[in-house]
């Protein structure tokens, strides 16, 4: 190793020196307030506390800025320099939690711990997702246009109105996820688990839900059109008024599934499951179209 690289500071090396750095002004601290006067030990003694307690949220937000840097970079084999200085350009101070309108297009976030973050209205064009843990965040109205999220972790998630048209939602993990006037038009949502999300309004035009999860998932008004949902589960889902004109529904099960007033002109429902709960159209005949009773 040479002598340049034992100089250079990694991020790991500079948390380790700003943490002595703040031990240290923390016991310069406590030795002057025990050697204050006797009628300004109690101020001191306060603000000493005070500042202990800054230390300690410092540390624990570095350690778990740490864990997502070393995951990165492990995971993409990289110089931990290299990689930090990267990493950093990629989140904008105080995100996350707080990444409300950042722009984040192209970044590479994948694996990423975004637990809670607000990313409302923010730009994740194109971004690198993949595997990144986003339960409960915000993403409100956010670009995420062609974004990677295969595998994400999206439980319960905000997403009113988020913009996820070309995006890879392969396998991913969108239980609960509120997703109501969403454009998912053209994304791919194989295999994805969203299970109970909302979706009222939401646009899945000619999306992929080859095999996805959709039990009891609320899509009243949804457009569905042209929307492969071969295989898919959608037992007990709401799909009143949905558009499901020329949607390739084959395979699918819909028992208990709720479909009055739904456009299912031209639609493929061959092979697709019902039962006595499932709910059609006025004058639709399910078994003309192909379907099959199951009791």
């Known amino acids: 190793m ?12 500079q948390h380790r020196t700003d ?33 202990s307690i800054a230390l300690i949220l410092a540390v624990v ?14 995971r993409d084999n990289r110089d931990e320099t290299t990689c930090y ?9 105080g995100c996350p939690p707080d990444c409300e309108g950042a722009d984040l297009s192209q970044s590479n976030l994948g694996g990423a711990d975004m637990f809670e973050a607000d ?6 064009m194109r ?16 670009d995420l246009r062609r974004a990677d999220l295969r595998g994400a972790r999206l439980i319960g998630a905000l997403m009113p109105r988020a913009d996820l048209r070309w995006a890879n939602l392969g396998r991913a993990d969108l239980r609960a996820a509120k997703m109501e006037g969403a454009d998912l038009s053209q994304t791919d949502l194989i295999a994805a688990d969203l299970s109970a999300a ?61 479909l009055r007033e739904a456009d299912l002109s031209e639609a493929d429902l061959s092979g697709a499951w019902y039962n006595t709960s499932t709910q059609w159209p006025a004058s639709f ?8 009773f199951q009791h």
């Open 2 to 13: 040479s002598d340049q690289d034992n100089h250079r500071v990694t991020p790991i090396r």
């Open 19 to 51: 943490r002595r750095g703040a031990i240290d002004d923390v016991r310069f601290s406590w030795r002057a307030a025990l050697r204050a006067p006797s009628s300004r030990k109690p101020i001191l003694a306060l603000l000493v506390v005070l500042l």
């Open 61 to 74: 937000s570095g350690v778990r800025f740490l864990s997502r840097l070393n995951f990165a970079c492990t």
């Open 85 to 93: 200085a990267f990493y950093r350009q990629s989140l904008p101070a």
């Open 119 to 124: 990313l409302s209205r923010s730009n994740l």
């Open 127 to 142: 971004a690198e997702l993949r595997g990144a843990t986003l339960i409960l965040a915000n993403l409100g109205e956010a």
């Open 198 to 258: 909302g979706l009222r309004a939401a646009r899945l035009t000619g999306a992929d839900l080859t095999g996805a999860n959709l039990r009891e998932v609320r899509m009243r008004e949804a457009d569905l059109s042209e929307a492969d949902l071969s295989g898919a589960s959608l037992y007990e889902a709401l799909l009143i008024h949905a558009d499901l004109s020329g949607a390739n529904l084959s395979g699918a099960d819909l028992r208990r599934a709720d």
């Open 285 to 292: 005949d399910p078994l003309e179209a192909g379907a099959v």
